[in-house]
């Protein structure tokens, strides 16, 4: 199965207006396309990241009396939370066979099909949602408008990327293999396994798009990511984004009265990077991780790229 590129991520939320609206204000994201698709059971907003031409945020929120967003905000008790990863495939009916070889449950939408990509004795894990070339509608958006959005009135993050996805599993090598053999995700660096005491990770490159693939594994008798995985078996962990002035972003977050958390800062070859974390309840169910870093790719990468051969 080939992936051409990444299409959007999507959140969803009982509240499509408020979701969307912290977004632009705090993330600094543009509002270019809204909808509301009662057939279909969605009401939706697409909002451009600054940095990520071609990758986009989607907020979908219920629509209609029998919709099927309004199961997935029940299950999760109502709160809102991370929902799939669209992404464009050349051959939708190659890609459909190719998981079910895999024994990968395939959910038919509009126009699109539904799976988890993680393998599924170990599902479910993140929701991806496919489609071949031809029309972008992904979210019964086939009939969205444009949508006006003028420029946040206070500080924004200061956003220049987004940078990647972050998912839980119990062993990063065997996810890195599964998604290398499926999709050709191809690792672009990892860490020793013994450089922290509570978990290791590692970093692939998704074809066709900007935005890589972290694995992040537990270590340890305590790891906070054996925890997540008790809670939220192998989902998405985390997403991350660029900023392009740390004190910046520090301020739009005190501003916007939104805390951060877990901040650290280094120095990688000579080059200062810090980090830190926006809670899920601060930005629509989803973990954000901000980062910052004095040049291009020095945040724990350079030092981390694995042996060739």
């Known amino acids: 199965m080939r992936i051409y590129r990444i299409d959007h991520i999507a959140q969803v939320t009982p509240d499509l207006e408020a979701q969307a609206g912290q977004l632009e204000r705090l993330f600094g994201f543009q509002r270019t396309l809204s909808w509301d698709n009662p057939a279909q059971g969605v009401k939706g907003a697409r909002l451009a990241v600054p940095g990520s031409w071609g990758q986009t945020w989607e907020v979908l929120a219920p629509s209609g009396d029998d919709s099927p967003l309004a199961a997935v905000l029940d299950k999760q008790r109502g709160r809102p939370g991370f929902h799939h990863v669209a992404a464009e495939v050349p051959d939708l009916d190659a890609a459909r066979a190719e998981l079910e070889k895999r024994g990968i449950a395939v959910t038919d939408g509009p126009g699109w099909i539904e799976a988890s990509l993680t393998p599924p004795e170990h599902g479910p894990g993140v929701l991806f949602r496919l489609r071949g070339p031809g029309s972008l509608a992904l979210c019964g958006d086939s009939d969205a408008v444009a949508a006006d959005s003028a420029p946040p009135d206070g500080p924004t993050l200061g956003i220049v990327a987004l940078d990647h996805i972050c998912q839980a599993y119990a062993e990063r090598d065997e996810l890195a293999q599964w998604y290398a053999d499926l999709a050709g995700f191809a690792q672009v660096w990892r860490t020793p396994i013994d450089e ?34 008790d809670k939220n078996g192998t989902a998405v962990h985390h997403v991350t984004f660029q900023v392009a002035d740390w004190d910046a972003a520090m301020a739009a977050c005190a501003h916007h009265e939104t805390p951060t958390f877990d901040a650290e800062e280094g120095v990688t070859d000579g080059a200062r990077w810090k980090h830190t974390f926006i809670h899920p309840k601060h930005a629509g169910g989803v973990l954000v991780q901000l980062f910052w870093e004095e040049r291009p790719g020095v945040w724990v990468r350079s030092d981390k790229i694995p042996p060739q051969g």
């Open 196 to 229: 922290h005491p509570d978990m290791a990770d590692l970093v692939l490159n998704i074809p066709g798009s900007a935005i890589c693939w972290e694995i992040i594994m537990p270590r340890g008798e305590d790891s906070f990511i054996e925890r997540f995985l």
